[in-house]
T-cell receptor, first 114, second 115 residues
Framework: NAGVTQTPKFRVLKTGQSMTLLCAQD?????MYWYRQDPGMGLRLIHY???????AKGEVPDGYNVSRLKKQNFLLGLESAAPSQTSVYFC?????????????FGPGTRLTVL | GENVEQHPSTLSVQEGDSAVIKCTYS??????FPWYKQELGKRPQLIID?????GEKKDQRIAVTLNKTAKHFSLHITETQPEDSAVYFC??????????????FGKGTHLIIQP
């Protein structure tokens, strides 16, 4: 099992450009999450999904959109990138609600917006 | 929403000594408290977790204690080793109407093990 994978690993964007980050998991997990990690800030929840076709906002959703068209994939989109979105993005998944099951994290995507 | 405070931000201990990291949370509805270890450039990995119906949990050199009344929980690492050097994050569950609780993380503790 590959677990949770993320593509790309690194990306540099110019302000105003758009991009999509892909998260894939092969553990048949129901729940998936997107977090961002900034220096000294820990990880903050952006959006999450409780299953195929469903998404919901987390703590810091502004400027991001997500889609979960397939159970194994969770996409994070930036429509018009801003320097404030420079961060490391982590995807995670869990079998059901994390309250009862461990969240497994992907390796991260380092995004720089110039 | 949930707020998690973590202290200290940096902790330096001699190899073989114990390390204690403390966290407090604000939402009394939180019922799950995991601890993650993150090495430089790597992903966070779960090292231990505790649910609100338990006061203490131990796994070899690592233990976590939870005081629900005071809304604080702590990570204890005994007999520290060089490979324990990393950033440690505490987290608490977010209760949401959707039923898929996210996690609110503390800002992290950089644990340094001195040889």
């Amino acid at each position: 099992n590959a677990g949770v994978t993320q593509t790309p690993k690194f990306r540099v964007l110019k302000t105003g450009q758009s991009m999509t980050l892909l998260c894939a998991q092969d553990m048949n997990h129901e729940y998936m999450y997107w977090y961002r990690q900034d220096p000294g800030m820990g990880l903050r929840l952006i959006h999450y999904s409780v299953g195929e076709g469903t998404t919901a906002k987390g703590e810091v959703p502004d400027g991001y959109n997500v889609s979960r068209l397939k159970k194994q994939n969770f996409l994070l989109g930036l429509e018009s990138a801003a320097p404030s979105q420079t961060s490391v993005y982590f995807c995670a998944s869990s079998r059901t609600s994390f309250s009862y099951n461990e969240q497994f994290f992907g390796p991260g995507t380092r995004l720089t917006v110039l | 929403g949930e707020n998690v405070e973590q202290h200290p931000s940096t902790l330096s201990v001699q190899e073989g000594d114990s390390a204690v990291i403390k966290c407090t949370y604000s939402d009394s509805a939180s019922n799950y408290f995991p601890w993650y270890k993150q090495e430089l450039g790597k992903r966070p990995q779960l090292i231990i977790d505790i649910r609100s119906n338990v006061g203490e949990k131990k796994d070899q050199r690592i233990a976590v204690t939870l005081n629900k009344t005071a809304k604080h929980f702590s990570l204890h690492i005994t007999e520290t080793q060089p490979e324990d050097s990393a950033v440690y994050f505490c987290a608490a569950s977010i209760r949401s109407g959707g039923g898929a609780d996210g996690l609110t993380f503390g800002k992290g503790t950089h644990l340094i093990i001195q040889p």
